[in-house]
């Protein structure tokens, strides 16, 4: 008899009742909700900054300096969408019951504010599993990534926005209420919001009818506070297991990170392959010339000649998108040097064009901030050695505040306009 | 300042709309709408169920005094577990690229979930002791 497994008792039918912990609290969700948007807003500001990178708009130019500051930007929106994901469960978690509301519908402003829900949570799932499946490299899905994370951002900001305003009343009673008189979150229909004047009640008897937390609780387990502190620890969890991928000194504990910031060809990681590229490394060994086209005309420069003008060291890191980034000791010509050759000078943009083609990023633009500044490099060296082939043999751009993206590698032609 | 928060989400989430429709043809957005409505489904349905099951489990199982520790572990090893499962099933991995996805994950990621049950167990045996020697008081 033993031997035979028990099945579990049939799940209660879903009513009044059916969700009885103590932890789902208005006030809980309200905290957790605020954490959680701050985390999104992070994600926002900071996506917003690298989709101006790769789209600069003229009124609103991209500074050369801090030359950090896009590591950290886009750094922080990866750690930022990472700490989102224990955030966002323990809300839906929160506030699942109201999942099964019965009625599932009661009156038009509430079946807005459902729909808008529904768009909210799908919205943020999507995101957050794709934009964690974008760090590494696997897009098992059809519509453009990067256009269609682009236009969730506003989606997503849209509809948290809006469920604010919808909640507006619930928010600011829950953040007057302490966590242990904090109205339970239940699928009993809620009181529609007052959408007329002045709904700023503070009568609502629904927190003093709510029992407070009994301390400590006679079945145990976390306590509401508990539950938040949790919530606070699992992100800590996520954060140090990964922000090592771009804060190196971490790099050790950073054992669930896409990437680490040492480990790749001289000790510097690749997004793209030479390989992947289709770079035929015997005929740039061959014939590789460097071509030059400006205002003053054309100059064909053979690496040779290239180590023969003035060379420069730069100390800047590679920072990639996909949230990792390595700093490294550059070697090479600067381009305004290289642009004065031709006859480029102070306001002259580069236009650059890779050895490698059919890629959307095998072009790029160095805007006249980027050229002027003495840290902008048609790289040859790493670290004291030649470019491996994955780091853009036989020559590559380098420059401050950029994504790794736009470093463009393998560098076949500079056009000075 | 509610309005305010109405109108500009309003406004914000109409761009949001648009931008996708702009960004994707008529089948890409289906593909969309399967993404989003396999999200949900995975959290609502079968996420949410084993985090039930888990909750009944840890009230028939483990004593109350406890409990809280326990819960509060899961938790924790549940959320990295989630965020760690692109890099634990790598099939992002390409053979030209080792610096991509370089680590052991599944070793890393059982010793993650090692380290999580010490500091819980040490954690909860603490505050279990300090409980026990304030009674006796």
């Given amino acids: 008899m033993g031997l035979i497994p028990q099945k579990p008792p049939p799940l209660p039918p879903l009513q009044e009742g059916s969700f009885s912990s103590r932890l789902r609290t208005q006030r809980g969700a309200t905290l957790i909700g605020i954490a959680l948007a701050v985390s999104v807003g992070l994600c926002f500001l900071t996506g917003l900054y690298s989709h101006l990178q790769q789209h600069p708009v003229e009124w609103l130019p991209i500074p050369a300096l801090p030359t950090w500051l896009y590591r950290f930007s886009q750094g922080l929106h990866v750690a930022s969408g990472l700490a989102a994901i224990p955030l966002l469960l323990v809300k839906l978690w929160t506030v699942y019951p109201r999942l099964f509301q019965w009625p599932p519908v009661a009156g038009v402003v509430n079946a807005v504010e459902r729909l808008l829900i529904f768009v909210l949570v799908a919205g943020m799932i999507f995101q957050l599993a794709t934009g964690t499946l974008n760090t590494t490299q696997w897009y098992p899905w059809q519509f453009p990534f990067v256009p269609t994370h682009y236009a969730f951002a506003f989606i997503i900001l849209g509809a948290l926005l809006l469920h604010v305003g919808f909640k507006y009343w619930t928010i600011r009673r829950a953040l007057r209420t302490d966590l242990a008189h904090s109205a339970p979150i239940t699928n009993r229909p809620e009181p529609e919001e007052d959408f007329g004047h002045g709904a700023d009640d503070d009568t609502d008897d629904t927190e003093s009818r709510t029992p407070p937390e009994s301390a400590p609780s006679p079945v145990g387990g976390l306590s509401r506070r508990g539950l938040l502190i949790t919530g606070g620890v699992a992100v800590g969890a996520v954060t140090v297991t990964t922000i090592g991928q771009t804060v190196s000194p971490l790099q050790d504990i950073a054992a669930l990170a896409p990437r680490i910031p040492d480990i790749g060809p001289q000790q510097v990681p690749v997004n793209r392959t030479a390989q992947a590229a289709g770079i035929d490394l015997l005929s740039v060994e061959r014939e590789y010339a460097l071509q030059l086209l400006g205002p003053d005309g054309e100059v064909s420069l053979s690496l040779t000649e290239l180590g023969e003008l003035p060379q420069q060291d730069v100390q800047l890191p590679i920072s990639c998108v996909e949230g990792w980034s390595a700093s490294a000791l550059w070697g090479g010509v600067r381009i305004k040097d290289l642009a004065a050759l031709v006859g480029g000078g102070e306001g002259s943009t580069v236009r650059v064009a890779s050895i490698e083609q059919n890629w959307p990023y095998a072009r790029s633009e160095l805007q006249p901030q980027f050229v002027g500044s003495d840290l902008t490099l048609l790289a040859l060296r790493i670290n004291g050695e030649v470019l491996d082939a994955d780091h853009g043999y036989p020559a590559r751009i380098i420059a401050p505040n950029r994504p790794g993206v736009l470093q463009t590698k393998w560098v076949q032609r500079l056009e000075v306009v | ?137």
């Fill in chain 2, 1 to 137: 300042m509610r309005a305010v928060f109405l109108i500009v989400g309003f406004l914000v989430m109409v761009l949001g709309l648009w931008l996708l429709w702009e960004a994707n043809s008529i089948d890409t957005l289906i593909n969309v709408g399967v993404w989003l409505v396999a999200g949900v489904l995975l959290h609502d349905v079968v996420l949410a169920t084993i985090v039930a099951l888990a909750g009944w489990g840890i009230a028939q199982f483990v004593p109350p005094r406890i409990r809280g520790w326990v819960q509060g572990g899961l938790v924790v090893a549940g959320a990295i577990t989630i965020m760690a499962t692109p890099v634990l099933i790598g099939a992002g991995r390409k053979p030209d690229n080792p610096s991509l996805l370089p680590l052991n994950y599944p070793l890393n990621w059982l010793i993650v979930m090692v380290v999580i049950a010490v500091v819980t167990v040490l954690l909860g045996a603490f505050t279990g002791r300090r409980a026990t020697a304030a009674d006796t008081h």
